[in-house]
């Protein structure tokens, strides 16, 4: 799989960037839009040949207006130069809006694609990925994107129709003084190319530098405690103050680059109306062409010369958007890993779920030789509770993570209501199944919003519901603003219990079939436990629950309890059973649930 870091070496090298190429990629959005591209484009050849009229009437007034000694004619000449420079601002405002709303609509559709691909995403991408680096794709990839196809685009058909139109009538006007200027033209576009294939390897590099610092700035920014509990600040200020300072660098090269590129241009265009002036000058004298003509080969001469010179800056950002079409392209182009087979197996519905593992084997792809889960037979009934224990590492959560399909078994199979997992629409094994982690994801929601995550079509008598078999309602009737209350970005202003009775109301909510429990006792008091416990006895009421116990009181009430050590099922047995029979699992419920038992005893 190419995960967003690999991609970056991999085009960095620049084998796959030499053309525009990657801006097609944006092409099936601009036909989403055909009346307004049409619009844009006819307002665009409008306004670029009314410019290219100036030059003609500035001439005949010159030449027949003052000549002519007529007050009448020149008056004529002046009305119909202000009738053609109205029609030459309406036809730019035209544009200017047309061109504008097209990369606004464009890089706002791209943005919403990209987004969407990104949540449809297998985890294993997001083992290896950086959320921060894909942010700043999002962000600003896309604002290069919008650049390009609204300014940038627009400027450069605008000065390719003046250009051309330009040439065409310096050729009518002066055969022999256009020779003089379209000579110097190659000795122009030569090193445009090559200064553009400069600009945009560069202006790629600094891209990517500055989508490695976001990344770094987003996972420091969101561990600002911990920081500031190893007193990191001057070091991450520091880290980060150097990928900013590559990444300027690398702008700085492209922007020299760029800025040579232009010094050139002005300079070859410049020499050569020079040599025009001169030679048309002395033309003039010999009366092989009149002070008119003269005057309009200048303009279109100077017409050609500022669109070549503004081609050439276009050129560079048009080159710096396919950079950025090409970076989106390739988060675009990352197919999720887990994806519904072409046609999925409906779950078959039972009131409660049946969970089948069939030696099932599973390794995490950035650690393929370390099997996690090994050859593990398990049948859990409809309604059953099974308690998971084991050392840590053992694969617990990976259990859950496959169950969830998140990932798939290396081999083996897991079954629910007697479907395999791999026949199923994800989104749809998903549906029957609620998952109560061990670390609450909280968002910067309000408390209502938190809860309904579980369902968002709820009622808020339904999220008031929830949240009392949560025996989440107390905390939240005290709250200044009840279940309106804004929680802080991942929830930083509740404390760990209150995170996680959210957590199952959103459970409550779901109203799956399958549970998954996670237990978590460290972040919690007495008080808040037994809060906790009560909640979590009454969700599992009848439904099929899998359980990593960490807490005694789970694992009595547990049907069977499963001990997993290194991937592997040890033990299976109920906690009498386990405790006499003295294996790992006596040990384990020894030192674990040794202090609760002295506890219970006080
Ligand atoms: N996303 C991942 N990528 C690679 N390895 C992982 C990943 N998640 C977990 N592991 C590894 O898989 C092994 C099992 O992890 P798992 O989280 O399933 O254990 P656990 O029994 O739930 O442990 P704990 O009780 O500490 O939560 C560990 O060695 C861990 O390092």
Same mark, same amino acid.
């Given at each position: 799989?190419?995960?967003?870091?690999?991609?970056?070496?991999?085009?960095?090298?620049?084998?796959?960037?030499?053309?525009?190429?990657?801006?097609?990629?944006?092409?099936?959005?601009?036909?989403?839009?055909?009346?307004?591209?049409?619009?844009?484009?006819?307002?665009?050849?409008?306004?670029?040949?009314?410019?290219?009229?100036?030059?003609?009437?500035?001439?005949?007034?010159?030449?027949?207006?003052?000549?002519?000694?007529?007050?009448?004619?020149?008056?004529?000449?002046?009305?119909?130069?202000?009738?053609?420079?109205?029609?030459?601002?309406?036809?730019?405002?035209?544009?200017?809006?047309?061109?504008?709303?097209?990369?606004?609509?464009?890089?706002?559709?791209?943005?919403?694609?990209?987004?969407?691909?990104?949540?449809?995403?297998?985890?294993?991408?997001?083992?290896?990925?950086?959320?921060?680096?894909?942010?700043?794709?999002?962000?600003?990839?896309?604002?290069?994107?919008?650049?390009?196809?609204?300014?940038?685009?627009?400027?450069?058909?605008?000065?390719?129709?003046?250009?051309?139109?330009?040439?065409?009538?310096?050729?009518?006007?002066?055969?022999?003084?256009?020779?003089?200027?379209?000579?110097?033209?190659?000795?122009?576009?030569?090193?445009?190319?090559?200064?553009?294939?400069?600009?945009?390897?560069?202006?790629?590099?600094?891209?990517?530098?500055?989508?490695?610092?976001?990344?770094?700035?987003?996972?420091?920014?969101?561990?600002?405690?911990?920081?500031?509990?190893?007193?990191?600040?001057?070091?991450?200020?520091?880290?980060?103050?150097?990928?900013?300072?590559?990444?300027?660098?690398?702008?700085?090269?492209?922007?020299?680059?760029?800025?040579?590129?232009?010094?050139?241009?002005?300079?070859?265009?410049?020499?050569?109306?020079?040599?025009?002036?001169?030679?048309?000058?002395?033309?003039?004298?010999?009366?092989?062409?009149?002070?008119?003509?003269?005057?309009?080969?200048?303009?279109?001469?100077?017409?050609?010369?500022?669109?070549?010179?503004?081609?050439?800056?276009?050129?560079?950002?048009?080159?710096?958007?396919?950079?950025?079409?090409?970076?989106?392209?390739?988060?675009?182009?990352?197919?999720?890993?887990?994806?519904?087979?072409?046609?999925?197996?409906?779950?078959?519905?039972?009131?409660?779920?049946?969970?089948?593992?069939?030696?099932?084997?599973?390794?995490?792809?950035?650690?393929?030789?370390?099997?996690?889960?090994?050859?593990?037979?398990?049948?859990?009934?409809?309604?059953?509770?099974?308690?998971?224990?084991?050392?840590?590492?053992?694969?617990?959560?990976?259990?859950?993570?496959?169950?969830?399909?998140?990932?798939?078994?290396?081999?083996?199979?897991?079954?629910?209501?007697?479907?395999?997992?791999?026949?199923?629409?994800?989104?749809?094994?998903?549906?029957?199944?609620?998952?109560?982690?061990?670390?609450?994801?909280?968002?910067?929601?309000?408390?209502?919003?938190?809860?309904?995550?579980?369902?968002?079509?709820?009622?808020?008598?339904?999220?008031?519901?929830?949240?009392?078999?949560?025996?989440?309602?107390?905390?939240?009737?005290?709250?200044?603003?009840?279940?309106?209350?804004?929680?802080?970005?991942?929830?930083?202003?509740?404390?760990?219990?209150?995170?996680?009775?959210?957590?199952?109301?959103? +459970?409550? $909510?779901?109203? &799956?079939?399958? #549970?998954?429990?996670?237990? %978590?006792?460290?972040?919690?008091? !007495? @008080?808040? =436990?037994?809060?906790?416990?009560?909640?979590?006895?009454?969700?599992?009421?009848?439904?099929?629950?899998?359980?990593?116990?960490?807490?005694?009181?789970?694992?009595?009430?547990?049907?069977?309890?499963?001990?997993?050590?290194?991937?592997?099922?040890?033990?299976?047995?109920?906690? +009498?059973? $386990?405790?006499? &029979?003295?294996? #790992?699992?006596?040990?384990? %419920?020894?030192?674990?649930?040794? !202090? @609760?038992? =002295?506890?219970?005893?006080?």
């Amino acid at each position: 799989m190419a995960d967003a870091s690999a991609s970056n070496a991999q085009t960095q090298n620049g084998k796959t960037r030499k053309s525009l190429r990657p801006l097609t990629r944006l092409l099936p959005y601009l036909a989403r839009h055909k009346v307004m591209v049409g619009a844009a484009i006819a307002a665009l050849f409008s306004a670029a040949l009314i410019t290219l009229v100036l030059p003609a009437a500035v001439r005949r007034m010159i030449d027949y207006g003052f000549g002519a000694d007529d007050p009448a004619l020149v008056n004529s000449y002046f009305a119909v130069l202000i009738v053609v420079v109205c029609a030459l601002a309406t036809a730019s405002s035209v544009r200017y809006f047309l061109v504008m709303w097209i990369g606004e609509r464009v890089v706002s559709e791209v943005r919403s694609d990209v987004f969407a691909h990104m949540t449809r995403l297998s985890a294993s991408f997001y083992d290896g990925a950086k959320s921060g680096e894909i942010l700043s794709r999002l962000t600003a990839d896309t604002t290069q994107i919008k650049a390009a196809f609204g300014a940038s685009a627009s400027l450069a058909m605008r000065n390719l129709i003046m250009f051309m139109g330009a040439a065409v009538m310096m050729v009518v006007t002066s055969p022999r003084l256009s020779v003089i200027v379209l000579a110097a033209i190659p000795v122009i576009l030569i090193p445009i190319l090559g200064f553009g294939r400069q600009v945009r390897k560069r202006s790629r590099f600094a891209q990517d530098t500055l989508a490695d610092a976001s990344a770094y700035a987003s996972e420091m920014l969101g561990s600002v405690k911990t920081l500031q509990a190893f007193t990191h600040e001057d070091r991450s200020a520091g880290r980060y103050a150097a990928s900013v300072e590559a990444a300027f660098q690398a702008a700085r090269k492209a922007i020299m680059a760029r800025a040579a590129l232009t010094g050139f241009a002005i300079m070859v265009i410049g020499a050569s109306i020079v040599a025009v002036l001169w030679i048309g000058a002395s033309d003039v004298f010999s009366g092989r062409i009149t002070g008119g003509e003269l005057s309009q080969f200048l303009l279109y001469s100077i017409l050609a010369a500022g669109s070549l010179a503004a081609l050439s800056e276009v050129w560079g950002e048009l080159s710096q958007a396919a950079g950025a079409a090409e970076r989106l392209s390739e988060l675009l182009d990352i197919e999720p890993e887990i994806a519904a087979p072409a046609h999925p197996v409906a779950l078959p519905e039972t009131p409660r779920g049946a969970i089948h593992f069939d030696k099932v084997s599973f390794a995490y792809r950035n650690a393929e030789h370390m099997p996690v889960v090994r050859d593990l037979d398990l049948s859990i009934a409809p309604g059953e509770t099974v308690a998971v224990v084991g050392p840590s590492g053992a694969g617990k959560s990976t259990l859950f993570s496959l169950l969830m399909r998140f990932y798939d078994p290396v081999s083996g199979a897991i079954r629910l209501n007697g479907a395999s997992l791999t026949d199923l629409d994800p989104q749809d094994l998903r549906r029957h199944i609620a998952l109560v982690p061990q670390d609450t994801a909280i968002f910067g929601a309000s408390i209502a919003e938190n809860i309904a995550y579980g369902r968002p079509e709820a009622s808020r008598e339904e999220v008031v519901a929830a949240a009392r078999a949560a025996l989440a309602a107390p905390f939240i009737d005290a709250m200044a603003d009840g279940y309106d209350t804004m929680v802080g970005e991942r929830g930083v202003t509740l404390s760990g219990g209150q995170r996680q009775r959210i957590a199952i109301a959103r +459970a409550v $909510l779901k109203d &799956a079939p399958v #549970l998954l429990l996670d237990e %978590a006792t460290s972040a919690l008091d !007495a @008080e808040s =436990e037994r809060l906790v416990q009560q909640a979590l006895d009454k969700l599992m009421e009848g439904r099929t629950t899998l359980v990593i116990a960490h807490r005694l009181a789970t694992v009595l009430k547990a049907d069977r309890i499963v001990v997993m050590e290194d991937g592997r099922i040890v033990e299976t047995g109920t906690h +009498a059973d $386990l405790s006499a &029979a003295g294996g #790992l699992y006596a040990k384990l %419920a020894r030192l674990q649930f040794g !202090a @609760e038992k =002295e506890a219970a005893a006080v």
